[in-house]
Protein backbone atom coordinates (compact mmCIF):
# COMPACT_ATOMS: atom_id res chain seq x y z
CA UNK A 1 0.00 0.00 0.00
CA UNK A 2 1.23 3.59 -1.12
CA UNK A 3 1.49 6.14 1.67
CA UNK A 4 -0.50 8.13 -0.84
CA UNK A 5 -3.45 5.88 -0.68
CA UNK A 6 -3.50 5.84 3.19
CA UNK A 7 -6.23 7.95 4.97
CA UNK A 8 -5.11 10.28 7.80
CA UNK A 9 -7.43 10.17 10.39
CA UNK A 10 -7.34 12.56 13.51
CA UNK A 11 -7.29 11.16 16.89
CA UNK A 12 -9.88 13.83 18.02
CA UNK A 13 -12.22 16.05 17.07
CA UNK A 14 -10.44 19.28 16.35
CA UNK A 15 -12.85 21.66 18.81
CA UNK A 16 -12.71 19.10 21.58
CA UNK A 17 -10.24 21.12 23.27
CA UNK A 18 -12.78 24.47 22.68
CA UNK A 19 -15.25 22.87 24.93
CA UNK A 20 -13.58 20.21 27.72
CA UNK A 21 -10.57 22.39 28.36
CA UNK A 22 -8.29 20.39 31.16
CA UNK A 23 -8.61 23.64 32.92
CA UNK A 24 -12.46 24.25 33.13
CA UNK A 25 -13.50 24.80 36.95
CA UNK A 26 -16.27 22.31 36.53
CA UNK A 27 -14.16 19.79 35.00
CA UNK A 28 -11.35 20.30 37.78
CA UNK A 29 -14.10 19.50 40.61
CA UNK A 30 -15.82 16.82 39.28
CA UNK A 31 -12.75 15.16 38.92
CA UNK A 32 -11.77 16.46 42.69
CA UNK A 33 -15.35 15.07 44.16
CA UNK A 34 -14.97 11.67 42.53
CA UNK A 35 -11.31 11.60 43.95
CA UNK A 36 -12.81 12.30 47.31
CA UNK A 37 -15.12 9.89 46.81
CA UNK A 38 -12.75 6.89 45.83
CA UNK A 39 -10.22 7.84 48.62
CA UNK A 40 -13.09 7.59 50.90
CA UNK A 41 -14.15 4.06 50.17
CA UNK A 42 -10.61 2.47 50.13
CA UNK A 43 -9.83 0.67 53.02
CA UNK A 44 -6.81 0.93 55.66
CA UNK A 45 -4.50 -1.62 53.75
CA UNK A 46 -5.50 -0.06 49.99
CA UNK A 47 -7.81 -2.06 48.96
CA UNK A 48 -11.35 -0.94 47.74
CA UNK A 49 -14.44 -3.44 48.16
CA UNK A 50 -17.74 -3.47 46.02
CA UNK A 51 -20.38 -5.01 44.55
CA UNK A 52 -19.51 -6.64 40.97
CA UNK A 53 -22.86 -6.35 38.38
CA UNK A 54 -22.85 -8.15 35.31
CA UNK A 55 -25.22 -7.91 32.64
CA UNK A 56 -26.29 -11.53 30.67
CA UNK A 57 -23.46 -11.69 28.54
CA UNK A 58 -21.13 -13.53 30.50
CA UNK A 59 -23.76 -16.10 31.52
CA UNK A 60 -25.06 -16.17 27.79
CA UNK A 61 -21.13 -16.83 26.65
CA UNK A 62 -20.69 -19.21 29.05
CA UNK A 63 -23.55 -21.19 28.69
CA UNK A 64 -22.81 -21.56 24.89
CA UNK A 65 -19.30 -22.17 25.22
CA UNK A 66 -19.90 -25.15 27.60
CA UNK A 67 -22.24 -26.49 24.83
CA UNK A 68 -19.61 -26.33 22.28
CA UNK A 69 -17.16 -28.39 24.73
CA UNK A 70 -19.78 -30.84 24.82
CA UNK A 71 -19.44 -30.18 28.84
CA UNK A 72 -22.34 -28.99 30.35
CA UNK A 73 -22.50 -28.61 34.18
CA UNK A 74 -26.62 -29.11 34.44
CA UNK A 75 -26.02 -27.02 38.00
CA UNK A 76 -24.07 -24.17 36.57
CA UNK A 77 -26.32 -23.67 33.47
CA UNK A 78 -29.48 -23.65 35.69
CA UNK A 79 -27.58 -20.78 37.50
CA UNK A 80 -26.71 -19.17 34.62
CA UNK A 81 -30.43 -19.90 33.22
CA UNK A 82 -31.25 -18.29 36.26
CA UNK A 83 -29.13 -14.92 36.01
CA UNK A 84 -30.06 -14.28 32.31
CA UNK A 85 -33.78 -14.56 33.10
CA UNK A 86 -33.69 -12.09 36.24
CA UNK A 87 -32.04 -9.51 33.95
CA UNK A 88 -34.61 -9.94 31.27
CA UNK A 89 -36.57 -6.62 30.70
CA UNK A 90 -39.83 -6.00 30.52
CA UNK A 91 -39.78 -5.41 26.84
CA UNK A 92 -38.23 -9.11 26.75
CA UNK A 93 -34.64 -7.89 25.87
CA UNK A 94 -31.33 -7.49 27.64
CA UNK A 95 -29.34 -4.70 28.18
CA UNK A 96 -25.91 -4.49 28.78
CA UNK A 97 -25.54 -1.71 31.58
CA UNK A 98 -27.61 -1.06 34.36
CA UNK A 99 -30.95 1.12 33.71
CA UNK A 100 -30.22 0.54 30.07
CA UNK A 101 -32.29 0.11 26.94
CA UNK A 102 -32.68 -3.19 25.27
CA UNK A 103 -29.31 -4.19 22.91
CA UNK A 104 -29.48 -6.45 19.91
CA UNK A 105 -26.61 -8.06 20.62
CA UNK A 106 -26.66 -9.37 24.60
CA UNK A 107 -30.39 -9.86 23.22
CA UNK A 108 -29.63 -12.73 20.74
CA UNK A 109 -27.33 -14.15 22.79
CA UNK A 110 -29.23 -14.34 25.48
CA UNK A 111 -31.70 -15.80 23.40
CA UNK A 112 -28.81 -18.55 21.69
CA UNK A 113 -28.21 -19.10 25.65
CA UNK A 114 -31.91 -19.86 26.67
CA UNK A 115 -32.43 -21.64 23.79
CA UNK A 116 -29.46 -23.89 23.87
CA UNK A 117 -30.21 -24.65 27.65
CA UNK A 118 -33.86 -26.09 26.46
CA UNK A 119 -36.39 -23.44 26.87
CA UNK A 120 -38.90 -23.88 24.99
CA UNK A 121 -39.07 -21.10 21.77
CA UNK A 122 -42.74 -21.10 22.77
CA UNK A 123 -42.49 -19.79 26.47
CA UNK A 124 -43.54 -16.25 27.41
CA UNK A 125 -40.16 -14.70 27.63
CA UNK A 126 -38.69 -16.72 24.69
CA UNK A 127 -41.88 -15.23 22.53
CA UNK A 128 -41.06 -11.73 24.47
CA UNK A 129 -36.94 -11.70 23.34
CA UNK A 130 -37.94 -12.47 19.83
CA UNK A 131 -40.26 -10.02 19.15
CA UNK A 132 -37.85 -6.99 20.67
CA UNK A 133 -34.86 -9.27 19.13
CA UNK A 134 -37.15 -8.16 15.70
CA UNK A 135 -37.57 -4.90 16.66
CA UNK A 136 -34.34 -3.91 16.73
CA UNK A 137 -33.24 -5.19 13.65
CA UNK A 138 -32.59 -9.02 13.66
CA UNK A 139 -29.55 -10.19 13.35
CA UNK A 140 -28.12 -7.58 10.59
CA UNK A 141 -27.79 -5.04 13.62
CA UNK A 142 -25.65 -6.82 15.50
CA UNK A 143 -22.14 -5.53 15.62
CA UNK A 144 -19.38 -7.23 13.65
CA UNK A 145 -18.12 -8.64 17.22
CA UNK A 146 -21.26 -10.46 17.79
CA UNK A 147 -21.75 -11.88 13.85
CA UNK A 148 -18.39 -13.18 13.98
CA UNK A 149 -19.50 -14.79 17.31
CA UNK A 150 -22.60 -16.63 15.47
CA UNK A 151 -20.48 -17.17 12.52
CA UNK A 152 -17.40 -18.89 14.49
CA UNK A 153 -20.18 -21.29 16.20
CA UNK A 154 -21.51 -21.86 12.81
CA UNK A 155 -24.94 -19.97 12.71
CA UNK A 156 -24.14 -17.04 10.31
CA UNK A 157 -22.79 -16.15 7.34
CA UNK A 158 -20.55 -12.90 7.12
CA UNK A 159 -20.10 -13.07 3.14
CA UNK A 160 -24.08 -13.59 2.38
CA UNK A 161 -25.24 -11.72 5.44
CA UNK A 162 -26.98 -14.79 5.93
CA UNK A 163 -28.12 -16.71 9.32
CA UNK A 164 -27.55 -20.27 8.17
CA UNK A 165 -24.64 -22.17 8.59
CA UNK A 166 -21.76 -21.72 5.80
CA UNK A 167 -18.79 -23.44 7.62
CA UNK A 168 -17.66 -26.50 6.33
CA UNK A 169 -18.18 -29.12 8.60
CA UNK A 170 -14.40 -29.66 9.24
CA UNK A 171 -13.77 -25.89 10.32
CA UNK A 172 -16.58 -26.31 13.01
CA UNK A 173 -16.83 -27.89 15.94
CA UNK A 174 -20.15 -29.77 16.34
CA UNK A 175 -22.12 -28.75 19.14
CA UNK A 176 -22.75 -32.59 21.40
CA UNK A 177 -26.40 -33.26 22.38
CA UNK A 178 -28.00 -32.10 19.17
CA UNK A 179 -27.68 -34.92 16.78
CA UNK A 180 -30.09 -33.11 14.15
CA UNK A 181 -27.54 -30.82 12.91
CA UNK A 182 -23.98 -30.63 13.54
CA UNK A 183 -23.68 -27.09 14.76
CA UNK A 184 -26.19 -25.81 17.55
CA UNK A 185 -29.47 -27.92 16.64
CA UNK A 186 -32.19 -27.13 14.89
CA UNK A 187 -34.15 -24.92 16.88
CA UNK A 188 -31.07 -22.12 16.65
CA UNK A 189 -30.84 -22.67 13.48
CA UNK A 190 -34.61 -21.55 12.72
CA UNK A 191 -34.42 -19.26 15.10
CA UNK A 192 -31.24 -17.79 12.98
CA UNK A 193 -32.75 -17.98 9.74
CA UNK A 194 -36.59 -15.84 11.17
CA UNK A 195 -34.41 -12.90 12.40
CA UNK A 196 -33.34 -11.94 9.09
CA UNK A 197 -36.01 -9.19 7.22
Not at 10 to 15: A, K, Q, V
Not at 16 to 45: C, H
Request: proline content about 7%; glycine content about 8%.
Amino acid sequence: MRSADIISLPTTRPDLEEFYSPNDDEILSATARAQENLLQQQKPDGHWCGELIVDSTLCSDYIVFMHWCGEVDAQLQRRCVRHILKRQLPDGGWNIYHGGPSEINASVKAYLALKLAGSSVDAPFMREARATILRLGGIPQMNTFSKLYLALLGQFCPATNNCTSCIPSGLSKPICGYPEVRSFGHGAISFFASMTP
